[in-house]
């Protein structure tokens, strides 16, 4: 069954299930992935204060089902559940598992979850990159991946973005975004430590928001699965071309 809204079209969602977090897979990564250093981003959540409102409220009706307040979608209510089609890129795909990001030195497989994570965003807004050819067109802004420079490159303009939000916000905005048409980019940080990882969320359903993990050793589709065990979201954004 498909259920049309203008020129939107929206199929029935998989069910959500409860993914089991492991230890021992996450452990072994992390013990196996090399220093990056983060990179030092000017966070002005201020800059993005329309959108990122805009997003919530969208975001937070959607959790309540609650439309009255949303002039804009007066005649039909948005879905409690949208996927946008974004490809899914693992960072250790055989095809460019060994390909070398600079200037760090270091494969796609070890440390190339963020540039595999703009690699399916760009995608999705038309320009078609793998984390191959994403590694080559930034060069030496690959690893460390430069989120700004990135998006100047492409010609992308940053809609919403929010610097360190609570668990709570995080997810009703990217709910928000994605009901929007944006895919976010979402940078998670393990507790207090040194170690990011770099997923998209795509869609969201039953107030769970699905993502895309370029890590394939972790390979969760619930944003929630990393939540609930001791990551927390350092940032996240949308992109728009």
Same mark, same amino acid.
């Given at each position: ?12 969602? %998989?069910?959500? $299930?409860? !993914? ?14 090399p220093y990056i250093p983060m990179e030092s981003l000017d966070f002005n959540d201020n800059d993005y204060a329309i959108e990122n409102k805009k997003a919530y409220d *969208? ?34 795909? $055989? ?19 963020? *540039? ?21 067109? *930034?060069?030496?802004?690959?690893? %460390? ?19 360190? %939000? $609570? ?44 993502? *895309?993990? %370029? !890590? ?26």
């Amino acid at each position: 069954m498909i259920l049309a809204l203008n020129t939107t079209v929206f199929a029935l969602p %998989p069910t959500v $299930s409860v !993914e089991e977090y492991d230890y021992e897979a996450e452990q072994q990564v992390l013990n196996e992935q090399p220093y990056i250093p983060m990179e030092s981003l000017d966070f002005n959540d201020n800059d993005y204060a329309i959108e990122n409102k805009k997003a919530y409220d *969208l975001g937070k009706s959607i959790q309540q089902r609650d439309f009255s307040r949303l002039g804009i979608f007066s005649i039909i209510s948005p879905q409690s559940y949208r996927f946008l089609a974004v490809t899914h890129y693992y960072q250790d795909d $055989s095809e460019w598992a060994s390909d070398i990001m600079q200037p760090a030195g270091y494969s796609i497989a070890d440390g190339g979850c963020a *540039l595999t994570s703009f690699a399916m965003i760009s995608s999705y807004l038309g320009d078609y990159h793998t984390p191959r050819t994403m590694n080559i067109a *930034l060069g030496n802004k690959a690893c %460390p991946f430069l989120r700004d420079s990135a998006a100047s490159q492409f010609g992308y303009t940053i809609l919403n973005s929010l610097s360190a %939000p $609570s668990n709570s916000t995080a997810v009703t905005t990217s709910i928000g975004c994605i009901a929007l048409g944006r895919p976010v980019f979402i940078c998670l940080r393990k507790g207090t430590t040194s170690n990011y990882h770099w997923v998209v969320a795509y869609g969201y359903n039953d107030n769970s928001v699905m993502i *895309l993990d %370029p !890590e394939g050793d972790w390979d969760y589709s619930n944003l929630s699965t990393y939540l609930n065990n001791g990551w927390n979201v350092r940032y996240l954004n949308t992109f728009s071309a």
